[in-house]
């Protein structure tokens, strides 16, 4: 009798600056099996990121790459590329990682890196995302995870999801709702990812539903 092995499961690099709550989102759906992956390492470029924390008490490998070790970013993104590859990844999952990725982690990773970002782009990018929309006075601002590129925030765009401000929204209620919508999409659309459904017009992704 011959018994079927089972495909090894996708393995996500998670890239983080930060506190890691969307990392977190990331490991525990990854642990319910809503995410059908396993997150394979976890790479921060700020030490004292409490990401790197959560990521060791789930048991996934902890790396900080600290930039002011590499004379240049061409340096330094190699080593990022590097322990990507090292670590077998399939996907990467950029979750509040504040920096540029460069060409060389994109050209390996090819169509493989997402970002979240919060607000609705190409509507405010750039590091305050949902301050810059509140005090800007949108009544809707929004989650958007898309594919990475050369640029900030600007690839090409797998989902977003809008989020209401209320007349009675402060920057922090709102914060707190936006980063509820982020815990739940990000998961979503790498598991989109993982099953193969997101390919790319141009520019447009098209989701196989
Ligand atoms: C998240 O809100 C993410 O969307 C944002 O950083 C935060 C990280 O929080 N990313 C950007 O602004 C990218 N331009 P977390 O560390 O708790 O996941």
Redesign the pocket.
Known sequence: MSEEVPAAKKRIGVL??????????ILDASAKGDLDAQVAVVISDNED???LERARKAGVPAVWVDRSAYESAHAYNDAIRDVLLEHDVDLVA?????RLLGTEVLLVFRDRVL?????LLPAF??????RDAFEYGVKVTG?TVHLADEK??SGPIIAQEAVEVAEDDTLETLEAK??QV?HRLYPKALQWMVEGRVSLRGRRTRIKL
């Open positions: 983080i600056s930060g506190s890691g709550t969307n990392l977190q989102a990121a409490y990401g950029m979750a509040g990682y504040m970002n979240i970002h919060p607000a990018p750039g590091a305050l995302g949902i989650v900030f925030d936006m980063h982020e």
